[in-house]
Nanobody, 130 residues
Framework: EVQLVESGGGAVQAGGSLRLSCWAS????????MGWFRQAPGKEREGVAA????????YYADSVKGRFTIPQDNAKNGFFLQMLSLRPEDTALYYC???????????????????????WGQGAQVTVTS
């Protein structure tokens, strides 16, 4: 069974930065899409960033554009989310997700949709204080 495990969450003051890591039990070359989602208390899970491993195309939610980055040079069995200029509204449980290549391509408009992903991590808490 494929497993994803997040690390790197924590508490930071507004304006600070964090780097989340997602470690997979299989090589990331098995995935055609890798993404990050978050869920704040009382809110629905939302996609914040994703990368198409076939061409390096990245996708970001408007709320994080210019602040969050998925590096293209990911590890063999891991991928990351670099978060800069964090805001209190970024406070949430962050999940990494991946899609197996065998599941076929993803339309660009679906890159940040949870239904596009097969595998999920357990979540890492990010808390941003003002």
């Amino acid at each position: 069974e494929v497993q994803l495990v997040e690390s790197g969450g924590g508490a930071v003051q507004a304006g600070g930065s964090l780097r989340l890591s997602c470690w997979a039990s299989i090589y990331t070359s098995n995935y055609n899409f890798m993404g990050w989602f978050r869920q704040a208390p009382g809110k629905e899970r939302e996609g914040v960033a994703a990368i198409d491993t076939s061409n390096g195309q990245t996708y970001y939610a408007d709320s994080v554009k210019g602040r969050f980055t998925i590096p293209q040079d990911n590890a063999k069995n891991g991928f990351f989310l670099q978060m800069l200029s964090l805001r209190p509204e970024d406070t949430a449980l962050y999940y990494c997700a991946a899609r197996n290549r065998r599941s076929g391509p993803v339309r660009p408009q679906d890159a940040l949709e949870a239904a596009s992903y097969n595998y999920w991590g357990q979540g890492a808490q990010v808390t941003v204080t003002s």
